[in-house]
């Protein structure tokens, strides 16, 4: 019997601090449960009746005896709390050194080789906002054609450039560049453009993100190798460095995202996984410490998810999940080393309590059973 998968990852919805939160700097943290208390309660109706309520207290979001999913928390393996940490796992991969991070920015040797082979100077190389960065440092930018570098807690090397000083794809060219710069031990996770416009300046959905490649192989590789259709929707296949797809869709935040993904399940042939990652409920929500708008975007997937439930059939099988947590209930602007929800539903299935799963690479090994593909790694929700 064919099958679909659709793995759903909502970024940044943590849903409370692991035991390890304090080496990390994020006691405290739990980005569903903090944030529902921040807005007086959130109401979300599918996924409270896929069964979110019942695996933490979330004001507003109300256990059920009857959940249509099956449900647990996942702990990561991994040790970091960064987006490409969190997708490779799902498929496989634990980290087990973290990615080399900068919170008093680049080493000057660095600097300089991407100045040399770029003809550009720099602003900035510090950890900063990717919004307030643009405000302090956009008009010398534009004076100077000078590339804006900046980093965060996680493993980033950010190149904000404004669209009418450096074309987008002149700054994907840049990144390339910066890409092949850094080596170990500067093997930063992530290289990402951040094209912007304005004043007043505003960053556009012009975004990409060059990572570095999986250090070995993943469950998508896997699916590939087997002849199953893997598409990414959005930036997931910027996680893996390209590899592991069939075909990519791009979008623009949520909605695009949302719309996107109807349109593939009504045309898409089995077997199939359609993979994709929610964004901007980190990078406008968490990020910025906006509670109301994180639980907006919650309410608007919500009234979309309880709209594609009764069109799944018995051969569709969803995941709900995410990465990390981004708390933006609490000082810090960052991703949070939080436990993530996992949500498994199909309507001809049982539903059962997953509990704590040591790991996300229970999600690769379902998905893998799924399609009969051999991975010796994790545990299926099915065992």
Not at 139 to 154: C, E, F, N, Q
């Amino acid at each position: 019997m064919s099958k679909r998968a659709l793995l759903l990852v909502l970024d940044g919805m943590g849903i409370g601090e692991m035991p390890d939160a304090r080496d990390f700097g994020d006691e405290g943290s739990n980005t569903l449960g903090n944030l529902c208390r921040a807005v007086g309660g959130l109401t979300l109706p599918a996924l409270e009746s896929l069964g979110l309520g019942n695996i933490g207290d979330f004001e507003g979001i109300k256990k059920t005896a009857s959940p249509l999913a099956s449900t647990g928390r996942m702990r990561e393996l991994s040790k970091a709390k960064d987006t490409i940490a969190g997708h490779w796992e799902m498929m496989g991969i634990v980290s087990e050194m973290p990615f080399p991070t900068y919170p008093n920015g680049f080493p000057p040797g660095i600097i300089r080789e991407l100045e040399r082979r770029t003809g550009r100077k720099t602003l900035g190389n510090k950890p900063a906002s990717g919004t307030q960065i643009i405000e302090e440092l956009g008009p010398a930018h534009m004076k100077t054609g000078a590339l804006i570098v900046y980093t965060s807690a996680d493993s980033v090397f950010q190149i904000a450039a404004h669209e009418d000083i450096i074309s987008p794809e002149e700054l994907y060219g840049i990144c390339m560049t910066a890409r092949e710069i850094l080596k170990p031990p500067h093997n930063v996770a992530r290289v990402i453009a951040r094209p912007f416009v304005g004043p007043p300046f505003k960053r556009t959905p012009r975004r990409r993100d060059f990572s570095i490649p999986p250090p070995g192989e993943t469950v998508l590789d896997l699916l590939i190798k087997d002849g199953i259709d893997v598409v990414s929707v959005g930036k997931v296949v910027d996680m893996f460095s390209g590899r592991g797809f069939s075909s990519k869709v791009k979008t623009q935040g949520n909605a695009d995202a949302m719309g996107k993904i109807d349109d593939l399940l009504l045309r898409v042939a089995d077997p199939c996984l359609i993979f994709s990652t929610l964004v901007d409920f980190d990078t406008l929500y968490g990020h910025r410490n906006d509670p109301e708008g994180f639980a907006s975007a919650l309410r608007e997937f919500d009234t979309w998810l309880g709209n594609l439930l009764p069109r799944l059939t018995g051969n569709d099988y969803l995941f709900l999940t995410a990465d990390h947590g981004c708390d933006p209930t609490t000082p810090s602007t960052d991703h949070s080393r939080e436990y993530v929800p996992v949500l498994f539903y199909n309507k001809a299935l049982k539903p059962e309590d997953l509990g704590l799963r040591n790991g996300f690479l229970d999600i690769g090994a379902t998905v893998a059973g799924l399609f009969g593909v051999r991975f010796g790694k994790g545990r299926s929700f099915f065992s």
